[in-house]
């Protein structure tokens, strides 16, 4: 039987449509059709239309059909690669016994590079959904599990960002659960990225937006943070693990779900080599990224083991950060002073909120060590006077500004200031009391801004109504200096990426065809592809 022309398609065609119910007992035709993909370009865009009109009638001839479409998917002219992708799904909309097979070819055909070719290939995977989405599932997560690189990551992407926008009667519970099952087997080798991707993925499913949902992926997010692993500070891609992972867990944190097991591990781990962490090619502050997110989690983290040395994780590194006052040489030569010290608002603010908030787990932590206690009161006080001339300041430049006159960057940046040190102001008010008291709440200066926040931040730059009552100190010999005030803003930070490239050999193997980093995983998947040759079941 030689190649179909144009003249013996249409020829066929009528044949088998004239047929009706009698369709399937002219099978030559049918095989004549299928022999067009074989031809020219005509031919090859009617033999994919009528490959697929017919395709129900012969379930004998539904492998050599389905592979003579795959012929027309990999033709060099993407005119006939569009058609027969739009084609492909018509294979399985009276028969879905298909539908994986033909949901796996099209993720592989994601590698394409053009964008139309590419829309309609998720078009395409969309209206396979309609049909059987545990099915389409299947054939994604075939490529996701053992195919290119390339392809794994187009599809998890797809998943990430078109799963939510189906209807509920396709994406039902059953359905749901299954994208569960599937992400968590993937979830044992993934990159950093694909991790973040995933993450989206089932933080959208509605079975785990509920409290056994949420408890779920915390679960998970906690499996791909190693808690039971040493903290390498020096090592990025432990230390960007470790934050893509808390970030992930942040927003499920509730009274009912807590960050118990994280933030012991950053009192046990992380706070006591805090100083080696570097980042050497960004100019991000990890170390203040990593006590942001201890800050968070502080809030959420009831019933710590072992809690006074946790406590004291913390309150030995805020030591740190809060100076004692500086004091004039004696018997020096010329009576000079001491250089002023720094005082990091932004490191302070982390620190105390996180030790005021774990601090009512062991109230005696303070007053049972009187020398401790004195040495501490000394460094608030001395703090919280430079925190109150910063806070005068502050809001004599913000005065009477409103609307776009805050939105200039160096507006933002005082207002963020003026967050900062009003927050620490608080908790030092709280901390200096007799005994320390912990009943104060402040919203962390850089969670985005409420309503409540925004009209504290208002009543701080006003300049009418009563004046803030300072705090007052027993020693009247200490004297506030002038001093350099930090305050980390977003505006002299770049935005931090995960690492990529090869990686410390402590963080596991690298598979050099990656340009991703992963979480300590290697890939080590066969490939076996040709050119634009693609695996056919």
Not at 84 to 98: M, S, Y
Not at 269 to 282: F, R, W
Not at 291 to 311: F, I, Q, R
Not at 315 to 326: N, T, W
Request: charged share 30%; aromatic share 6%; net charge negative.
């Amino acid at each position: 039987m030689g190649t179909a022309t144009v003249e013996d398609l249409y020829k066929n065609f009528g044949i088998l449509e004239e047929a009706k119910e009698k369709v399937g007992e002219h099978k030559d035709e049918y095989l004549q059709i299928l022999s067009a993909v074989k031809g020219g370009a005509s031919e090859k865009r009617l033999a994919s239309q009528f490959i697929a009109r017919f395709f129900k009638h012969f379930p004998d001839l539904a492998e050599k059909a389905i592979h003579a479409q795959l012929d027309l998917c990999e033709d060099d002219e993407v005119s006939i690669r569009k058609q027969a992708i739009k084609d492909l799904p018509k294979l399985c909309k009276q028969n879905p016994t298909h539908l994986p097979k033909i949901a796996d070819i099209l993720t592989q055909l994601l590698l394409t590079e053009d964008a139309t070719e590419l829309s309609l290939i998720h078009s395409a995977l969309m209206s396979l959904f309609d049909i059987d989405a545990k099915g389409t599932l299947l054939g994604l997560f075939s490529q996701i599990t053992t195919g290119e690189d390339m392809v794994r990551e187009r599809a998890i992407k797809f998943l990430a960002a078109k799963l939510r926008h189906l209807a509920d009667d396709i994406m039902t519970p059953e359905v749901e659960t299954s994208v569960v099952d599937k992400c968590k087997k993937v979830l044992q080798d993934v990159t950093g990225e694909e991790f973040l991707l995933i993450m989206v993925m089932l933080r959208n499913l509605k079975v785990m937006q509920t409290l056994k949902g949420r408890q779920q992926i915390l679960e998970i997010v906690t499996e791909q943070a190693d808690l039971d692993k040493a903290f390498e500070a020096e090592d990025l891609e432990c230390v960007d693990r470790l934050i893509q992972c808390v970030k992930q867990a942040t927003p499920l944190f509730s009274k009912n779900v807590h960050a118990t097991k994280f933030v012991a591990y950053m009192c046990d781990n992380v706070l006591p080599v805090l100083d080696k962490v570097h980042c050497i090619e960004t100019e991000v502050d990890l170390k203040l990224d990593l006590l942001k997110l201890l800050a968070e989690m502080s809030d959420y983290s009831p019933d710590l083991d072992d809690v006074e040395a946790k406590l004291d994780a913390v309150f030995q590194r805020l030591l740190e950060y809060l100076p004692l006052p500086p004091e004039s040489a004696e018997n020096g030569e010329n009576g000079t002073a001491r250089e002023e010290p720094k005082l990091d608002f932004s490191y302070v603010e982390c620190l105390m909120h996180a030790f005021h908030q774990l601090g009512p787990q062991k109230p005696e932590f303070l007053t049972e060590n009187d020398d401790r206690l004195k040495d501490f009161k000394i460094r608030l006080q001395y703090f919280a006077l430079g925190v109150q001339v910063y806070i005068k300041k502050l809001r004599e430049d913000l005065s009477g500004k409103a609307g776009d006159a805050l939105k200039t960057d160096e507006n933002k940046i005082k207002v963020l200031a003026l967050k900062t040190t009003t927050n620490i102001n608080t908790l030092i008010k709280d901390l200096f009391h007799n005994p320390p008291s912990y009943k104060n709440s402040i919203s962390l200066s850089w969670r985005p801004s409420q309503k409540a926040a925004a009209a504290a931040t208002k009543a701080a730059v006003s300049t009418t109504g009563s004046k803030r009552t300072p705090i007052t100190f027993d020693d009247d010999d200490v004297v506030p200096a002038k001093k350099s005030p930090v305050i980390h803003s977003k505006a002299d930070r770049k935005i931090y990426a995960p690492p990529s490239g090869k990686f410390s050999d402590k963080a596991g193997t690298y598979q050099s065809g990656s340009a991703q980093g992963s979480f300590g995983r290697g890939r080590g998947r066969g490939r076996g592809f040709r050119g634009r040759g693609y695996n056919r079941w």
